[in-house]
């Protein structure tokens, strides 16, 4: 069992930054892939980015590559999204995710089997 907990979302500027927090509580957060996703007001989820196991190979959206990165500290069990130079299209809910039967970064969420709640960023222009 896995469980995640959100933080950092909120509002910033056009251009500004924030940094998303997931903390992971389970045994097995050490051995999952690892993943952010966001859903717009009216849209699907989609995929922003994921993280292998060990921290050394991720996967961006194309819409938030060079701008966004994923990391994580598996000693403190989180893994962070630092979101640069944010747009109005940035705004939704930011969910992290933990597929605990893929060690290599994965884009499908399909493979993800636990879901945080989500936390806000709106980006005003």
């Known amino acids: 069992q896995v469980q995640l907990v959100e933080s950092g979302g909120g509002l910033v500027q056009a251009g500004g930054s924030l940094r998303l927090s997931c903390a992971a509580s389970?045994?097995?957060?050490?051995?999952?892939?690892m993943g952010w996703f966001r859903q717009a007001p009216g849209k699907e989820r989609e995929f922003v980015a994921t993280?292998?196991?060990?921290?050394?190979?991720?996967l961006y959206a194309s819409s938030v590559k060079d701008r966004f990165t994923i990391s994580r500290d598996n000693v403190k069990n989180t893994v962070y999204l630092q979101m640069n130079s944010l747009k109005p299209e940035d705004t939704a809910v930011y969910y992290c995710?933990?597929?605990?039967?893929?060690?290599?970064?994965?884009?499908?969420?399909?493979?993800?089997?636990?879901w945080g709640i989500g936390t806000l960023v709106t980006v005003s222009s």
């Open positions: 995710a933990a597929a605990s039967g893929k060690r290599l970064p994965t884009t499908s969420p399909a493979d993800y089997d636990y």
């Open positions: 389970g045994r097995t957060f050490t051995t999952c892939a």
């Open positions: 993280i292998s196991w060990t921290g050394n190979s991720n």
